[in-house]
């Protein structure tokens, strides 16, 4: 079983979503990944999270979880089938929360697909992340 996590800005283009597909097809198909981790933060998370859904349909052998970095505050906001929320997130102050929980994607995935225009922002800082962790 592999797993992998997704890693990307928050203003990407729908543009992208046939390629998120066919590199999510390719992973299942080629490197055998089963388990998937995406966030709920901005354009690209829900271009992955919607393609996820969609291929599911299909390989039904894959599972795809949204991590939250935060707790839902009502129940309108829980919009997501699978969902999980890192251990130790919860004394982590509100600040520093998407990054506690980036980490933890990174920490818990053995290949990182990342969406990376620019050298600055927490995509790029995470892709360094997923980079010292010696991490595909």
């Known amino acids: 079983m592999k797993s992998c996590t ?22 299942i198909e080629k490197e055998r990944v089963t388990d998937f981790y995406v966030g709920n933060h901005g354009n690209f998370d829900r271009w992955v999270y919607s393609t996820l859904k969609e291929i599911s349909e299909e390989y039904g052998n894959i599972y795809y979880t949204v991590v939250l970095a935060y707790l839902p505050n009502k129940k309108e906001d829980v919009i997501y089938k699978n969902t999980t929320y890192p ?50």
Request: proline content about 3%; aromatic content about 12%; hydrophobic content about 40%.
């Open 6 to 27: 997704f890693i990307g800005h928050r203003d990407a283009s729908e543009e992208i979503k046939p390629l998120i597909k066919q590199t999510i097809i390719n992973l």
């Open 87 to 136: 251990e130790g997130i919860e004394t982590t102050p509100k600040k520093f929360a998407i990054s506690f929980r980036n980490k933890w994607m990174i920490n818990n995935s053995d290949i990182i697909v990342a969406y990376v225009r620019h050298s600055y922002g927490g995509a790029a800082q995470f892709l360094k992340y997923a980079k010292n962790q010696k991490k595909i």
